[in-house]
């Protein structure tokens, strides 16, 4: 891989990764609600399950999602749902008290999965498996090294949002603990959700 490619490569994952979007608006409230310590299953989940996605669009299941657009429906709806129903549950939890396991808690299995439900994420390695792996000299090669670089940017941006919100999580708690704070700020982030949600229909 050139040094134009690998720099290409940088800016790619710079981009996709730090953006707002649904892994990085839940790592934040997350960490905002339960600390960072409970946020990190779901941080971790992130690049797990968006390498897991790489592998199985270089294996070529990926392109089952252009061949079968009914299945690529599937995929949106589900995500659809998915991410407007951890909205509805961010939009439950007024005070910290409440952010139990039972209204704010996003598993690892659920963020992996949440990966395979972006349709974005789909069309976004099928974009980088086009782009840098498939076709060019020694593939095997160049995803040994578009793999762990997309694994540690992804994670980098979980974590980062998910510190933002532990560093809220005092301020957000309110004057003795009203939570008028943290009502706003996670209606606001349930907002972010639902847009992604919204916007997820248009692609």
Excluded at 127 to 154: C, D, E, K, S, Y
Aim: net charge positive.
């Amino acid at each position: 891989m050139s040094t134009t490619e690998f720099t290409a490569l940088l800016v790619l994952a710079t981009a996709m990764s730090f953006p707002p979007g649904p892994n990085t608006t839940l790592a934040t409230a997350l960490a905002a609600n339960r600390g960072l310590r409970r946020a990190l299953p779901f941080v971790c989940s992130v690049p797990i399950g968006f390498g897991a996605l790489l592998c199985v669009c270089a294996l070529g299941l990926g392109a089952l999602l252009l061949a079968l657009p009914l299945l690529g429906w599937v995929v949106k709806i589900a995500g659809v749902a998915y991410l407007l129903w951890l909205a509805w549950k961010l939009t439950q939890t007024a005070h910290l008290a409440q952010a139990d396991a039972a209204r704010m808690n996003v598993s690892f299995w659920q963020g992996v999965g949440l990966q395979f439900m972006n349709i974005k994420g789909w069309m976004l390695t099928l974009a980088i498996i086009g782009g840098w792996i498939v076709g060019r000299n020694h593939p095997l090669a160049r995803f040994a090294i578009v793999l762990p670089v997309l694994l540690v940017f992804t994670f980098v941006s979980a974590l980062s949002y998910a510190l933002v919100g532990s560093l809220l999580r005092d301020w957000l708690a309110g004057p003795r603990g009203s939570g008028a704070r943290l009502r706003w700020f996670n209606r606001g982030m349930a907002a972010v959700l639902a847009l992604t949600a919204a916007w997820m229909l248009t692609v």
